[in-house]
């Protein structure tokens, strides 16, 4: 089974640029991150055999679930805050195993309210995978995490000091939530530095290769025992008018 994510930066302007996707790599689940915007293109996928579930917001966030599988939904907003009703968490069940799509706040600028509801967001995801885990339920999470893992996961790690994706204070919860016993599933397979999925569409980020790796899968250990490959697939970057991040694929026995 293949599964992957992609930020697709607007479900209106790259439609088409997933459903060729969709038809070249035929992914049995894709998750997408940034819809911006309250409709979705339900029949267009429909028409390669995917069914969508999927949460959005006027504008701004959004987050779907294609799959070539029934999908049970389990939730549609992450606990822990009843106020918050920014669209950026979508949980099912597909099969054997939980899925957790998410489109992890940025918290730039740090000076601002931004920040502190990255790091609130990343505890309530913390109570969420702990919970999962407690119940010894198989899971993933999927999506854009904005979180830039190491230094090899950027080009210039000092340029990144003090962003919000990449300061000493966003790292050390992310490695808490990956201490709860999940794996990195690109760093399964691949040690390789200087691998991205985004690139800034500013000064020739793409053609100099300038860019991080903030889109990640994170696997429980039932679903990690089962991994077969993981590999970014740089090739939508390239193409006309494109999101400014690419797809990471997963294969699980």
């Known amino acids: 089974m293949k599964v992957a994510t992609w930020n697709v930066n607007s479900i209106k302007a790259r ?129 854009d995490f904005n979180v830039i893992p190491e230094a090899e996961d950027c080009y210039n790690p000092a340029l990144w000091s003090e962003d919000a994706l990449f300061r000493l204070e966003t790292r050390e919860k992310f490695r808490a939530i990956m201490a709860l016993g999940l794996t990195d599933s690109f760093r399964v397979f691949d040690q390789t530095p200087q691998r991205y999925t985004f690139w800034d569409y500013q000064a020739g980020c793409w053609p100099k290769n300038q860019g991080m790796r903030i889109d990640h899968i994170l696997t429980s250990p039932a679903v990690t025992d089962r991994l077969i490959s993981g590999n970014i697939d740089t090739a939508p970057r390239g193409e006309d008018s494109p999101s400014d991040h690419t797809p990471y694929v997963i294969e699980i026995s």
């Open 15 to 143: 439609a088409e640029h997933v459903h060729r996707w969709l038809a070249r790599q035929t992914p049995d689940i894709l998750c997408l991150q940034e819809l911006k915007g309250l409709d979705f293109p339900h029949e267009l996928f429909a028409s390669l055999g995917y069914t969508a579930l999927c949460v959005t917001q006027k504008a701004y966030n959004g987050v779907a679930i294609l799959s070539k599988h029934a999908l049970t939904p389990v939730m549609d907003r992450l606990p822990g805050d009843d106020t918050d009703d920014q669209a950026r968490y979508l949980e099912v069940t597909c099969q054997d195993f939980r899925i957790l799509n998410i489109y992890l706040p940025n918290g730039n600028p740090v000076e601002s309210d931004k920040y502190p509801y990255k790091f609130a967001w990343m505890d309530r995801l913390y109570d969420r995978v702990r919970s999962l885990r407690e119940g010894r339920v198989p899971f993933m999470v999927c999506g």
